[in-house]
Each structure stands twice: as C-alpha cells, then as structure tokens.
C-alpha cells in the first residue's frame, strides 16, 4: 500500500524523511511508534472546559446601557429645543430682565449631566472591552482545542496503520483550516480600543471598527470551526468512531454597510439594536459550542480507550 504525507497527502516512499511537496518532517510517521496521545487528551479536555471562563455570556440586559444612552442624548437635545423657545416666546419688548425657562435650570444643573453622561461612557466602554475580551479568549481557546483534536486523530491514524489517501488529504484539509484561523482570527486589544473611543475624532472611526470585526469574526470563525470539525468527523467515522456535528442554529452574515447606513437614518438609534446582535450572535456561538465540544472530548477519548489505538 502506498504511503502518503500525512500533511499535505501527497505520495512518498518509505525513505523519505521530509515530504518533496511540503517540506514537513515525516520521521515521527516512520517506523517508530506513533506519540502517545494521552497528554494531548488531557490538553483537550483541559481548554474544552475553560469555556467557563473564556465564553463568557454577556446578558440581554446590557442592552439597556446602548438605550439609555440614546435615550439620554435624545432627551438633552428635546429639552435644549424646547428651552430656547421658551426663552424666545417669553422676551417681552422693552424689558430689561432675561427670563427664566427650563433651560436656564438644565445649565445649572450641568454638574447632573456631566455625571450621567460619564455613567452612561463607562458602562459603554465596559461592554465593548468585554465584547472584545471574550473574542479573542474565545478564538484562542478553540485554535487549542482543534489542535489538540487533529494532533489526537492523527496519532491514532498512525498508529493503526490506516494513513490512506482519504485520510491523508482530511488531515491535510485540518491542517489547511487552522492555519487560515490563525492567520483571520489575530487577537484585537480590547484595552487598545477602548482607550481610543476617548480619543476625539479617532474615537468615532475606533467605534465603528469595533463593529465591524465583531461582526465579521464570528460568522467567519464558525464557518471554519465547522469545516474542520466536519472533516475530524469524517475521519472519525472511518475509524470506528461516531462524531456527529450538529449546530442548531448557524451565525449569518451580516452587512456592514447596511447597519451603518441604518445607523445614521436613524440618529444612532439603530445601535441598540446593533449591540444586541453583537452580544446575542457570540451568546449563540458559544451555547453552540459547548455541546458540540462535549461529544468531541467524548468521541476522542472513547477512540484513545479503544485497544486498537
């Protein structure tokens, strides 16, 4: 039977110790025994259940925080409006003395605004900073589990002696998928910014960019988790094992260009919404997640126990 690089899936021979088509080394594959994959199952299980910490779900009542803040621009500017018209209905011609209106009082009590006003910043800035604290927890955790997962099957493929062309080519297309999730999902520094949406102007564009990666990321992460994870279950399969993928609900893409434009018709009133969708789709990912994880550790743990491993 032919041999096959175990990376790349091309063809080689017994002497090759580097495959001529990707350069990987190949003497962990020769005939030594393939690695023990038990310190890689207990890697698995160990970042499978740092989920705890690293999904974190953000409750649907933060939403209150992005409506409070609309709600308390859009109540400064009625009062403003309607202060400076009672001012103007009240000047009396020929009096000497500026009335008073209920914009006189707002100016007085400026001291009430500013505290609201920074409240209402500070529980913003703490929801974007968990926004994107949680992505790139999140995406680091599970580049580790499919590691661990792919370097587990693979090993078991070895030591069974089942490395045929189709197995080759899925671990080669495992391979391909995390080397595209490590490249795509580069971690974003949640303190960066949050510290730039108080710089003036800079804020505005570090506010939407926000956004936009957020929105962006997760789809396209569970696009490709789910593409490596179909290919592990195929493999799987092939060796006894059963790992059915199974999401309930998948993400969609959304358009960007769409939400800004909504954003603007609606004098930022569309942000609620918005922020909603950003904490809901990473809410979802991660419940997602969980199950189909628990049927991984078991399904690969089962496979390690089985004597022909």
Not at 37 to 47: F, I, Q, R, T
Request: aromatic share 12%; charged share 15%.
């Amino acid at each position: 039977m032919a041999n096959y690089c175990p990376y790349c899936g091309n063809k080689i021979i017994d002497t090759n110790t580097y495959c001529p088509n990707c350069g990987r080394d190949l003497r962990q594959f020769g005939n030594a025994p393939a690695a023990p994959v038990g310190p890689a199952l207990e890697d698995l299980k160990k970042y499978s259940d740092l989920r705890a910490r690293t999904d974190k779900i953000i409750s649907p009542w933060w939403t209150a925080v992005p409506a409070a803040s609309s709600a308390f621009i859009f109540a400064l500017f009625a009062i403003a409006i309607i202060g400076v018209e009672s001012e103007i209905s009240s000047i009396r011609p020929g009096s000497s003395t500026l009335p008073t209106s209920p914009f006189t009082g707002l100016v007085h009590s400026l001291e009430y605004v500013y505290l609201v006003s920074f409240v209402i910043q500070v529980l913003l800035l703490y929801l974007y900073y968990q926004l994107v604290s949680r992505r790139n927890q999140h995406f680091e955790r599970q580049q580790r589990v499919l590691y661990d997962a792919s370097y587990i099957l693979r090993q078991t493929i070895v030591s069974r002696l089942q490395l045929t062309t189709e197995q080759a080519n899925n671990l080669a297309r495992i391979d391909t998928g995390l080397g595209r999730m490590r490249a795509r999902e580069t971690p974003k520094s949640a303190l960066l910014w949050v510290l730039l949406q108080l710089v003036p102007v800079v804020s505005i564009f570090a506010y939407f960019y926000i956004f936009y990666f957020l929105m962006r990321d997760f789809p396209q992460h569970e696009q490709e988790e789910d593409d490596i994870l179909s290919t592990i279950s195929f493999s799987l399969a092939s060796l006894g094992s059963s790992f059915i993928l199974i999401r309930a609900k998948s993400l969609q893409q959304r358009n960007f260009a769409l939400y800004l434009l909504l954003y603007f018709v609606t004098l930022g009133s569309f942000a609620i919404y918005w922020v909603c969708v950003l904490m809901r789709d990473g809410n979802q990912h991660f419940q997602g997640d969980a199950l189909i994880e628990s049927q991984l550790v078991a399904s690969l743990s089962k496979l390690s126990a089985s004597p022909q491993a």
